[in-house]
């Protein structure tokens, strides 16, 4: 049974960062692309970066600069770097994958971590 447990949320003031990471299980996603969402209160989910098998990475254009994705194959573990944060990246940051490269949709997703940013 595959399962992403998202780690490393919480409260911080703006401006400063957090470190999230998501932990996959039940099959090995070396060669499969991940990535992460978010999802403010009120609002639809959205995209915020991806990352393929050979470590290319894509980002929501609001975010460049801010937020870096990574992932490390030997630990099955994607991460998110997200640095001068503001309140407006308040959400639940969600991790997902992809059963295979060819995919469009995700395939795979976790429970979710709380990011608040204070003001």
């Known amino acids: 049974q595959v399962q992403l447990v998202e780690s490393g949320g919480g409260l911080v003031q703006a401006g400063g960062s957090l470190r999230l990471s998501c932990a996959a299980s039940g099959h090995t996603f070396s060669r499969n692309p991940m990535g992460w969402f978010r999802q403010a209160p009120g609002k639809e989910r959205r995209f915020v970066a991806a990352?393929?098998?050979?470590?290319?990475?894509t980002y929501a254009d609001s975010l460049k600069g801010r937020f870096t994705i990574s992932r490390d194959n030997a630990k099955n573990t994607i991460y998110l770097e997200m640095n001068s944060l503001k309140p407006e990246d308040t959400a639940v940051y969600y991790c997902?994958?992809?059963?295979?490269?060819?995919?469009?949709?995700?395939?795979?997703w976790g429970q979710g971590t709380q990011v608040t940013v204070s003001s």
């Open positions: 990352i393929d098998w050979s470590g290319g990475t």
């Open positions: 997902a994958a992809k059963s295979s490269a060819y995919r469009t949709d995700y395939d795979y």
